[in-house]
RNA sequence: GCGGCUGUAGCUCAGAGGGAGAGCACCACCUUGACACGGUGGGGGCCAUAGGUUCGAUUCCUAUCAGCCGCACCA
């Protein structure tokens, strides 16, 4: 055991291990690129420019399927554009991620020190942060590293840098300038958990169970009363009015009365609005303006007050009487409690209705009436739609135009201000004096309406989210003329998932244009959501995450990367499962595999030849050419942003053609006598496979790397190698038809090894009926072949042969091959399969037969079908005869 | 209500106007001088349903059914 143990070792010392280990390969590959400088773009390059941003990630966060998947797609993009001659940048960077971040250092110091933020203060609670983000705000990047983002690190940039919190002042000044920022006293959506106000799409309507309540309100002067419907009765302290609609037949009279609100000594009047639906409820409904949008639009109509009856913390308060202090739910438990007891409440019907929660907290939203900050929409989204239309901006795959428009074209004004202190301040001051606003690029110590100087700024931040959309030239030195702003904006391509293109891909178009008159980014590539392997969203509360890290601790990068490109098909989601993990794994140590047979095949001081001066075998030409439309294939697809065809098509072609036919075709030559042959065929293997390594490297950096590192000596990289350029690659598509035909006959031997339990290694004497002269020259080129992937220790090849007795017969489309067995044939299973083979051949014959005999068809189809159909059948035809031929014989013994 | 996506092998999913594919699982055989994370052979599908366009539809169009997702909501 010891001694195993040290030959193992020793193995490994003295060549690559028969197994890939990518924990011992990747974090050392990594640290060669980055310190080789590979991904360091160059502005004065002579290369055409190709960039990107990395979509920034939560500064204090870590690395999810999510990221993992945007980010594979993006290193994919940028590899091959940069093997491509372009001269690639890939711009990486974090968001201060205003709440969540807030939220979480909040907690942290709760835990650790028992005090809330307020206690701290804003400016030692903001200096916390900024401690918190210099301690954990790498791990997101070494994340990133890990899983081998070719990023320019040396251009990493953070929203709150000093650059982009300036280019965030630059762009609140000048859509103030323009009119197009303002403050307004208006209902916004608050979440009483987070403590702050939150833009329209922030909040995510959830279908609920609740009721209908109706509830009695008497008249004044107690003749009569009118019956409201109402979901949340607790907001009744805030009422003004009862409206009804002009029309309604039924309460004309009751206009202009004056109602006595329950359990409170107010009067409200009822009112006539054309809003109500006479229809829904009762046609009265209760008109509270401070909670609720469209009560907040009828009261503006009427003049009416607007008194709030909640806190902001989602208490009641003191207009609320004696529910003041208890909480939303527990004042409408409690009313509805008293309701009843009071004959107030007539009728409780149960109602289904999509209430807004927080989308980062799932606290139910209150409308809530207070002063924001907002962007004006309307002139941004205009000329959006304008740059959508004509084509300058194009979504990959194409429907997300629809829904990108769609949204824009109904887009309401954008709530920018948060009650938090982690973010860019909002550059207003108020002066006390004047009570006008000053806003300025720099801060301001006198109102520049009053000179008075008692200024102060205001308290809230801007939505994350305002940054972000800055991230495409912010980061490339905006609002400076940089040498990267110039040469790398507009960028390239964005590449997201498809949950955040109206938070982050429509701002930034909407932003990009007003602030640079471009559209950000040519493409805009969008991937979907990464589900559990039971098809559920992946959530911290279901407990089914899957840590990116600990996939790449168990399988590697590599095998984590192929999996899930090889799951995208444009703008759908993908499940994750360790199966396909494991099946990826095993792709990796198989190119690793056939490389390590190569290596082992060819001399150190290998020369190769030059491959357009020497003969070329059949097999060298068929791979040669499959290698060239590989190239072709997968180079179409990576163009089109089809990543997993394009690693289908690299897993089919080294897998299946590669490795199982050609390096098995090459042991021939390898191991024959033939020196010229020998070197031609290393020469083969030596150039598939260095095609085949760049194909894969933008899929599969780390494995490439390692084994181009093996091939080539550590001076260089794969990362910055050629891309195989198919145009110049020969193509031999008679050899290809000739090696299709030698594997069919191949193939059709093992099968009938199979079939009779004849072992694989157990020699047999093979008769070759060629169908013509054609096919018997292939046969005789190929005799060696023949030979040892059929194991026939005697080959006889000839046309016209006559069939051995007691054999087994395949028939294929080059002829017929004979397989004489010494134990007795067993001529009903014979004819079995034989019988079998015929009808399905006559079916296939029928088939194109009526195809043909169609006057339309032929008439009609494009000629190369027409042909094809002829070859066919043609095909199908003779095989049929031999095989028809074949059972008569079999019949007559 | 409006918009979108999905329905293909037991499972997960590709695919393309002209002979149904992969991975995993399954069955049989094989340690053959790169790989058992492997090799060879094999079984398995009226491509959701009904119409239409077409010489030809699993693929394009329409409707239906089923599942999912956005957006908008009348208390």
Redesign the pocket.
């Given at each position: 055991m010891a001694q195993l143990d040290q030959e193992t070792k020793q193995q490994e010392e003295n060549s690559l291990s028969?197994?890939?280990n990518p924990q011992s390969v990747e974090g050392r590959i990594y640290e060669f690129w980055e310190e080789g400088g590979f991904f360091k773009a160059d502005p004065d390059s002579k290369k055409p420019p190709f960039s990107m941003v990395l979509p920034p990630p939560n500064v204090t966060g870590s690395l999810h399927l999510g990221h993992a998947w945007d980010n594979t797609l993006q290193d994919i993009i940028v590899r091959f554009k940069r093997m491509s001659g372009f001269d690639a940048v890939w711009v990486p960077g974090t968001d201060h991620a205003g709440i969540a971040t807030q939220a979480r250092v909040e907690k942290a110091i709760r835990e650790t020190e028992g005090k809330t933020r307020h206690q701290l203060g804003r400016t030692e609670f903001v200096k916390r942060v900024w401690d918190w983000k210099n301690e954990y705000g790498h791990t997101i990047t070494t994340q990133i590293r890990a899983l081998g983002g070719s990023c320019d690190w040396s251009r990493e940039r953070f929203t709150m840098d000093d650059g982009l919190s300036r280019a965030v002042r630059e762009v609140f000044v000048r859509l103030y300038d323009k009119g197009l920022i303002y403050r307004g006293h208006r209902i916004i959506n608050w979440c009483p958990r987070c403590s702050t106000a939150l833009s329209?799409?922030e909040v995510?309507?959830v279908?609920v169970e609740g009721t209908l309540y109706h509830v009695r309100y008497p008249f004044s002067d107690g003749v009569g009363e009118v019956v409201?419907?109402?979901?949340?009765p607790e907001t009744m302290f805030g009422d003004v009015a009862v409206a009804v609609h002009p029309d309604d037949e039924r309460y004309q009279s009751f206009i202009g009365r004056t109602l006595a609100l329950p359990f409170t000594d107010r009067q409200i009047p009822v009112i006539a609005d054309e809003?109500?639906?006479?229809?829904?409820?009762t046609?009265c409904?209760?008109i509270t303006p401070a909670h609720?949008?469209?009560d907040f639009e009828v009261g503006e109509r009427h003049h009416l007050d607007q008194p709030s009856c909640i806190n902001l913390d989602g208490t009641m308060n003191s207009l609320a009487g004696r529910y003041q202090g208890l909480t939303r739910e527990e004042a409408r438990r409690q009313l509805v409690e008293d309701l009843r007891g009071s004959a107030y409440l007539i009728q409780e019907e149960p109602l289904t209705?999509?209430v807004g929660h927080c989308s980062r907290c799932q606290t139910v939203v209150e409308p809530f009436l207070s002063d924001q900050w907002f962007v004006r929409m309307e002139p941004l989204a205009k000329p959006t739609l304008e740059a959508v239309r004509s084509g300058q901006l194009r979504f990959v795959p194409e429907?997300f135009e629809?829904?990108f428009v769609?949204?824009m074209e109904?887009v309401r004004d954008w709530c920018i201000s948060r009650q938090l202190w982690w973010g860019h301040r909002i550059p207003a001051w108020y002066c006390d004096d004047c009570g006008e606003i000053t806003v300025s690029r720099d801060n301001v110590t006198e109102c520049s309406h009053c000179r008075s100087k008692s200024v102060s700024q205001d308290e809230d931040v801007l939505d994350t989210w305002f940054s972000s959309a800055l991230w495409p030239f912010s980061t490339m030195g905006w609002p400076e003329e940089t040498p990267d702003f110039k040469r790398y904006f507009p960028t390239s391509v964005l590449a997201t998932g498809y949950d955040i293109l109206?938070f982050w891909v429509a701002r930034m178009v909407f932003m990009g244009i007003e602030f640079t008159g471009k559209v950000p980014f040519r493409d805009v590539v969008l991937h979907g959501l990464i589900?559990a392997a039971d098809?559920r969203k992946m959530s911290k509360s279901l407990g089914n995450g899957v840590d990116p890290l600990d996939v790449i601790g168990q399988y590697g990068a590599d095998a984590l990367r192929f999996t899930i490109a090889n799951?995208t098909?444009?703008g759908?989601d993908?499940?994750f499962?360790f199966?396909?993990v494991?099946?990826s794994?095993?792709f990796?140590?198989?190119i690793w595999?056939?490389s390590?047979?190569v290596l082992?095949n060819i001399p150190a001081d290998f020369v190769p030849f030059n491959l357009s001066k020497v003969p070329l075998g059949i097999t060298d030409e068929w791979i040669l050419t499959r290698y060239a439309e590989t190239a072709r294939e997968v180079t179409n697809h990576l163009e089109r942003y089809d990543f997993?065809?394009a690693g289908?098509a690299l897993?089919d072609f080294a897998?299946d053609e590669f490795?199982?036919w050609y390096?098995?075709f090459s042991?021939l030559a390898l191991?024959g006598d033939d020196e010229q042959a020998k070197h031609t065929t290393q020469t083969v293997l030596v150039t598939v496979l260095g095609g085949l390594l760049r194909l894969l490297h933008p899929i599969i950096p780390f494995v490439t790397e390692e084994i181009w590192q093996a091939q080539h000596g550590t001076d260089a990289s794969i990362s910055v190698a050629p891309w195989p350029d198919a145009k110049t690659m020969p193509t031999y598509p008679e050899s290809v038809s000739k090696v299709q035909l030698l594997m069919e006959a191949i193939?059709a031997v093992?099968?009938i090894r199979?079939?009779r339990?004849v072992?694989?290694?157990k020699p047999i004497d093979l008769y070759v009926r060629a169908r013509d002269e054609d096919s018997l020259r292939l046969f005789h080129s190929t005799e060696s072949y023949l030979r040892r992937f059929c194991t026939a220790q005697t080959l006889t090849i000839a046309v016209g042969m006559e069939a051995p007795a007691t054999a087994v017969t395949a028939v294929v489309s080059a002829g017929e091959l004979f397989v004489p067995l010494e134990s007795l044939v067993d001529l009903a299973q014979e004819r079995d399969r034989l019988t079998k083979e015929r009808d399905r051949l006559i079916q296939?014959v029928d088939r194109v037969e009526k195809?043909l005999n169609?006057a339309?068809?032929v008439a009609?189809?494009?000629e190369a079908?027409v042909v094809?159909?002829r070859e066919?059948g043609k095909?199908?035809a003779m095989k049929l005869f031999a095989v028809n031929e074949r059972l008569k014989a079999l019949l007559n013994e």
């Open positions: 028969t197994v890939y329209d799409i995510e309507h279908d409201v419907a109402t979901t949340r809003y109500v639906d006479r229809e829904y409820g046609g409904v209760k609720d949008p469209n209705h999509a429907r629809k829904v769609n949204w109904s109206f589900r098809g799951g098909s444009p759908n993908q499940r499962s199966e396909r494991e099946s794994r095993n990796i140590n198989k595999n056939a390590r047979f082992m997993g065809e289908r897993y897998w490795c199982d390096i098995e042991k191991y193939r093992r099968n199979a079939e339990n072992a694989p290694g296939e195809k169609n339309n068809f009609r189809a494009p079908v094809a159909e066919k095909d199908y």
